[in-house]
């Protein structure tokens, strides 16, 4: 049984769904939340800048994608790799993963540019579900090209299924940084960045992954229907974001995305809006900050957004002791998802009470799994990703 947290109703009776109240709930989000992006004055092209063959069991392939904007040219790499099986008769699914690791050594002990004694001065008495040190991610650098065969990205495990592969620095698209973050494909147009509306981090790198997808859905050897977008964490955060914008993307896996990604705001536990708001101010619109401590006045809440990605499929992971992101609140939020997927006739998620660490469920459009342990992703999740999508086969 959902405990009931006040939040927006998902469909209303003087609105259709499809052509209204999706819509509006989208332009919510852009508006309060996320900030708007550029849907055209744009342009985009690339250029496979290295091919060859990927350890007698695929290809490799690294794009060089490009953006032309109002303010000039920015460009990022996609790291491809493509099994044996596909051919042009016989396309494979892809996966896209948005990589958060950061592509050079960053300052160590830093996690995002602020010193973690400072935020947890910041959020005050907010601080008892905050990682401690040893549980935040290290800032260590990150080989897409050359490491694949680490859980972060575990390609030779995903070709060996049948499925191709390709991630892309999403610092590449945008730093990660207060003071930085709009050098990135920001900086390339023509827009008021002190808006209160003007899109953040989060919008930037999830623009960056639908650019990645202009050159997947070209590719002979890929399936274009079958384009599913990955991220862990804040990465999470920007794969829901960009699947609810971009109908191009066939199944979304958000991984202990929390706060402002799959988790409800309202009643969450852990990391709440004035938290995020407070340590990473660049991840989203200025307006968002008027909701700090007053997530009852937003005019959407997260099961909102994952709604939007309905009727295409939807799967969510929680870590049993990530605390700071609230497995329950991300669970909660699928089940309320799930009325749109009703509205279309299909069942969305299958459980409506939250599952012990260790639990599955796959047989609704929405797929759900908790593990136990940290805030990280592991090859055990990878695989339950890849059983679910089996399941939909």
């Known amino acids: 049984m959902v405990v009931n947290r006040n939040v927006p109703e998902l469909i209303l009776q003087n609105e259709k769904w499809d052509e209204e109240r999706r819509k509006s709930i989208l332009q919510a989000f852009e508006e309060e939340v996320y900030g708007c992006s550029p849907k055209d004055g744009f342009s985009v092209s690339w250029n496979i800048v290295k091919e060859e063959p990927f350890k007698n069991i695929g290809t490799k392939r690294v794009v060089e994608i490009y953006i032309d904007a109002p303010k000039g040219r920015h460009s990022f790499l996609l ?37 973690l004694d400072e935020l947890l001065k910041v959020v005050g008495d907010r601080v008892e579900t905050l990682p401690t040190p040893s549980e935040l991610p290290k800032p260590e650098p990150y080989d897409l090209e050359n490491n694949t065969n680490d859980e972060k990205w575990p390609v030779e495990v995903l070709l060996s299924k049948g499925y191709a592969t390709a991630a892309f620095y999403a610092e590449d698209i945008g730093p990660d940084n ?30 960056g992954a639908s650019r990645a997808i202009d050159y997947l859905t070209t590719d002979s050897l890929l399936d274009k229907s079958k384009i599913s977008v990955i991220g862990h964490s804040r990465g999470g955060k920007t794969a829901l974001w960009c699947a609810a914008n971009d109908p191009r993307v066939y199944c979304c896996y958000a991984n202990n995305s929390g706060c402002t990604g799959a988790a409800l705001s309202r009643g969450k536990k852990g990391e709440d809006v004035f938290c995020i708001n407070t340590i990473f101010p660049y991840w989203f619109c200025e307006n968002y900050k008027k909701y700090n401590n007053r997530e009852d006045t937003l005019p959407v809440d997260q099961h909102m957004l994952l709604a939007s990605i309905a009727p295409r499929l939807l799967y969510l992971a929680s870590a049993s002791e990530d605390l700071w992101a609230d497995p329950e609140s991300e669970f909660y939020s699928a089940v309320l998802a799930s009325e749109v997927y009703e509205y279309y006739g299909l069942r969305g998620l299958e459980k409506k009470s939250p599952l012990k660490p260790g639990q599955k469920t796959h047989k609704g459009r929405i797929g759900y799994h908790v593990r136990k342990g940290r805030h990280e992703l592991t090859l055990h999740d990878w695989e339950l990703f890849c059983e679910f999508l089996e399941s939909k086969r």
């Not at 494979?92 to 540019?113: A, D, E, H, K, W």
Request: charge should be negative.
């Open 178 to 207: 207060e003071t930085k973050y709009q050098e990135g494909i920001i900086s390339y147009f023509e827009d008021n960045k002190e808006a209160p509306n003007s899109w953040g981090t989060i919008a930037a790198w999830a623009f």
């Open 79 to 115: 790291y491809v790799f493509i099994p044996k099986t596909a051919s042009q008769h016989n396309p494979v699914p892809v996966m896209l993963s948005i990589s958060i690791t950061p592509r050079f050594p960053q300052p160590s002990g830093m996690v995002n540019g602020k010193e």
